[in-house]
C-alpha cells in the first residue's frame, strides 16, 4: 500500500479534531479525507482548510464505506469505546485520541478485536513523538545520565474546568505515557492524592506518586488552578538530569551534569554549567499522523498502540481509585 491509497475520516471535528483535520489535509490527498460532526457549520470550515474535503452528517455512511481504511476519532472521552468497536468491527485501522476508553474491560475488548482483525489500534499520546521526547529516550537508553532514579513533571494552567472529567483524567495522561515510555516498565504501586474547590467531587489538582521497579520514582502534579502555564518535566539520573519545558520557544531541552557521587564512603556533589540538547524540529501531531499511517502502509507496530494505551489507562484506574480512598 501506498500513501495514496490511504482513505481517511476524521470523526469529531471539536477545536482539537480541526487539529487533526489540518495536519490530514497537509500530508493526504484532501479528496480522500471525510470529516464526520454533528456540527453543520463544520463544512464551511473544511472549504477554508482545504477544498475537496467531504464533509458528513451519517456515520454509518462512512464506516460502510470500504474505501476508507483509517478513522482519526477525536469525540469526547466516554464515547471512545463505542465509536472504536464499530470502526474496528467494519476493519478500519483506527488512531483514538487518550484516554483510549474510561474502563479498562473496555480498552482490553478493544484490543483483542484489533488483533483478532489484525488491524491497527492506535492512541493520541500525542507527546510520544515529541522531538524532544524522543531524544531524552534515545539518551537515557545510552546511558547519557545513568541509571533512572527520579521523575517529576508538572502540568498546571488556569482553566479550562470540565465537568465530565477531573484534572487527573484531563491533564495526567500525558505525562503517565512519557514516563512509561521512558522508563519502559509498569509501576509496582501508584497513590494519589487530590483536592475539589470549584466543583464537587471533581478534583482541581492532584498529586501522582509512582514506585517503579528498580528503585525507579516519579511523581505527578497536575492542576488547572494555577496563575501561569507549566509543562515541565525532570528526569533524574545518577550522572545528570534532562529538564523538559515545553512551553518555551525555544531551548526546550537541557542537560545539567549535576548530582552526587558517593567517594571513599563520603557523599559529593557534581555540577556544571548546562547544556541546550539540540534536537529536530518538528511538530508532534503531524509527527503521529506519519507514524500513523507509516504502521499500516508498513504493517508495522505503533509506538503508541492498545496495548501502551492500555497500561496509561491501568494507571489511571490506579489513581483514581486511590484519589477517592
Partial sequence: ????NLKLAIIGAGRWGMNHVRTASKILNPENISVFDFNAAVEKKLVEIAPGIKFSHNIDELLNDEKINAVIIATPAETHYKLTKKCLIHHKNVLVEKPITLYIHEAEELLKLSQKNELKLMVGHVLLYHPAVLKMKELIDKGHIGNLQYIYSNRVNLGAIRSEENILWSFAPHDISVIQFLIGS?????????SDFIQNG????????LEYPGNIHAHIFVSWLHPFKEQRMVIIGEKG????????????????KKGFKVSNGNVEKFESEFEVVEYQEKMPLTEEHLHFYDSIINNEKPRTDGAHALDVLRILDSASRSLKG
Avoid at 202 to 209: H, N, S
Fill in 186 to 194: 509498569n509501576p509496582k504501586s501508584v497513590f494519589a492524592k487530590g
Fill in 1 to 4: 500500500m501506498e500513501l495514496s
Fill in 202 to 209: 471533581i478534583e482541581d489538582i492532584t498529586l501522582t506518586y
Fill in 241 to 256: 538530569m534532562f529538564v523538559f519545558d515545553d512551553t518555551l520557544k525555544t531551548e526546550k531541552l537541557k542537560f545539567h
